[in-house]
């Protein structure tokens, strides 16, 4: 089955495919906190919400709590606010909130689509997609929601984009040379550049590795969604699941060594997490309906 058939897919699809300076200002005592926990959305409760839960699946508590959509929660890169995006406007907006859900505040405001925020690695400025102005573009913003500036500007959608660790380039998925490709481009939107090449197939959702030398990403190239990862250059493209359900949305641990990603291979999407190499693979959420966006 086609991972835009899925439920969170379907909801994606009605969106158009959805999916620190602070260390110091928020008075924050521990890079260890985010090192030990994954936020993602669930739909256990009826609709998207964000949920936060240790690394290994226990103490999972709900963030958000409203009647509309939650989608693509993303870390501050000092662990204390995750921002996110809602359909809670009748449109997608992107939000920003304490991981406690308190201090909540929306960062932008437009009747189109503004979804899947990247904090870029000062904790000064979130990157997000939006179609404000025909395709997803790839926008950049602070992290109050001032200075909303284009970074892409193509006619066709570009999206999920995701940060370099040493803050100097964005990756993203473009569908500007027919399927997908992942791009990489600096963080001015000069040098645009396609990296994974691979024509007639999908490749979309980049995760750069925190030691900024490898890109995991998906591809449908073998007929299903499965996580993949290249070296920043494109090169070496390895997959590292390897089953008929559909994986997807990768994101890597702070020290490199895990991946988190979602899987439908026991019935809808749950969350799981493997060593970087696609060993020990191993389930975490175990709840009605989807569980997506693990960050
Ligand atoms: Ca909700
Ligand atoms: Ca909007
Ligand atoms: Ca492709
Ligand atoms: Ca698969």
Do not use: H
Not at 154 to 167: E, F, K
Request: net charge negative; proline share 5%.
């Amino acid at each position: 089955m086609s991972l835009l058939s899925k439920p969170i897919f379907v909801v994606s699809a009605v969106v158009l495919f959805l999916f620190a300076s602070c260390l110091t200002a928020c008075g924050e005592t521990s890079s260890e906190l985010i090192s030990q926990r994954i936020a993602f959305t669930s739909i256990r409760d009826g609709d998207f919400e964000v949920y936060v839960m240790e690394a290994d699946g226990s103490k999972q508590a709900r963030v958000t709590n409203n009647r509309d959509n939650e989608a693509r929660p993303a870390w501050s890169p000092a662990g204390s606010r995750i921002a996110f995006a809602s359909s809670r406007n009748q449109n997608w907006d992107v939000y920003i909130t304490n991981a406690d859900g308190t201090e909540e505040s929306r960062l932008t405001q437009n009747s189109t689509y503004d979804e899947f925020p990247a904090w870029s690695p000062d904790g000064t400025k979130i990157v997000f997609q939006s179609d404000r102005d025909g395709p997803y573009q790839i926008y950049l913003m602070n992290t109050d929601g001032s200075g909303q500036t284009r970074l892409t500007n193509v006619q066709a959608n570009d999206r999920t984009p995701s940060w370099s660790p040493d803050g100097s380039k964005i990756v993203f998925a473009s569908e500007r040379d027919g399927d997908r490709e992942i791009y990489v481009m600096n963080a001015d939107g000069s040098g645009q550049t396609n990296i994974s090449d691979s024509p007639g197939s999908g490749e979309w959702f980049p995760a750069w590795s925190p030691d900024s030398t490898k890109i995991a990403f998906i591809s449908d190239r073998d007929g299903n969604w499965e996580v993949y990862v290249m070296d920043a250059d494109g090169s070496a493209q390895t997959k590292l699941t390897d089953n008929p359900a559909d994986d997807g949305c990768p994101a890597w641990s702070p020290d490199g060594l895990k991946i988190a990603f979602i899987s439908d291979r026991d019935g809808d999407f749950e969350i799981y997490i493997m060593n970087a190499d696609g060993s020990g693979q191993i389930r975490l959420t175990r709840s009605q309906g989807d569980d997506v966006f693990p960050a």
